[in-house]
């Protein structure tokens, strides 16, 4: 599963989608980047601060456990 997959509501939609073929799938995800803000919904999972916030992303806190999802 891909990055936007291991978020817990990405995750539903990606089950949810798995029994669709591949060409529908893509069709959905192009249409979810063109129509909604992936920042509403992405989770940051490597990189840099500087380049995640380059890119509008806020910078995960260390101090809050994120999701093993």
């Known amino acids: ?3 936007l997959a291991t978020h817990p509501a990405g995750l539903a ?3 949810a989608r ?3 073929p591949p ?3 893509a069709a959905a995800a192009l249409h979810r980047l063109a129509e909604e803000d992936p920042k509403c919904y992405a989770q940051i999972c490597g990189g840099s601060r500087e380049r995640a916030e380059e890119l509008g992303f ?3 806190d260390d101090t809050v456990p994120r999701s093993t999802n």
């Open 1 to 3: 599963m891909g990055a």
């Open 13 to 15: 939609r990606t089950r």
């Open 18 to 20: 798995a029994a669709h």
């Open 23 to 25: 060409e529908a799938r």
């Open 58 to 60: 806020p910078w995960p």
